[in-house]
């Protein structure tokens, strides 16, 4: 029976031997990446901002503006959709020749709608973390109540004991 061993560490564990006697010998981390970089063949930025409907070639179907209500244009983003895929279904009975102009107008609104619910994240990020802290809390407050009942039982038999001993 065959059995490989272990790889040997990587050359560079060297840099950290004198670790636990001088903490300040190993070298210092590299820097944050800034801006953009290349992952797996993908270029990628390190900043999480949104590019705009208007960035990626997409005609905004919904209200511009730092003030979207964005319940109303949700609605009616999707109340388009559906009476888009009616026609659709309507225009692949009748013409069916015709179908793309509809196809397109589809997907134009499901980009809408995405950007729309992409907005969105960060305020739903927001409240999940909050929703983990209350609950955070409310875990740590059951925690010491449950401390307090068991100090309070244990005193409660401390106390009993002693009490039988005395009575001896």
Same mark, same amino acid.
């Given at each position: ?5 272990? !790889?040997?560490? !990587? @050359?560079?564990?060297? =840099? ?14 590299? !820097? ?5 970089? $290349? ?9 999480? $901002? ?7 070639? #997409?005609?905004? =179907?919904?209200?511009?503006? @730092?003030? #979207?209500?964005?319940?109303?244009? +949700?609605?009616? =983003?999707?109340?388009?959709?559906? +009476? ?7 225009? +692949?009975?009748?013409? @069916? ?19 729309? =619910?992409?907005?969105? &994240? @960060? ?32 005193? &409660? ?12």
């Amino acid at each position: 029976m065959a059995t490989a061993t272990y !790889p040997p560490p !990587p @050359p560079f564990y060297r =840099l950290y031997k004198d670790y636990k006697q001088d903490p300040k010998s190993a070298p210092e981390p590299p !820097p944050p990446i800034e801006g953009t970089y $290349v992952c797996f063949g993908g270029t990628y930025t390190t900043s999480d $901002v949104l590019p705009s409907l208007e960035e990626q070639g #997409v005609r905004q =179907l919904y209200s511009k503006g @730092p003030n #979207v209500d964005f319940k109303k244009e +949700l609605r009616s =983003l999707n109340g388009e959709l559906q +009476l888009h895929v009616l026609e659709l279904a309507d225009i +692949l009975i009748e013409r @069916p020749s015709q179908y793309a102009r509809r196809v397109e107008e589809i997907s134009t609104i499901f980009k809408n709608l995405h950007h729309l =619910l992409n907005s969105l &994240r @960060p305020h739903q990020a927001r409240a999940t973390l909050i929703h983990i802290l209350e609950l955070q809390i409310q875990r740590r407050k059951q925690a010491v109540e449950d401390i307090k009942r068991r100090r309070e039982e244990a005193r &409660r038999l401390l106390n009993e004991s002693l009490a039988t001993l005395d009575g001896h």
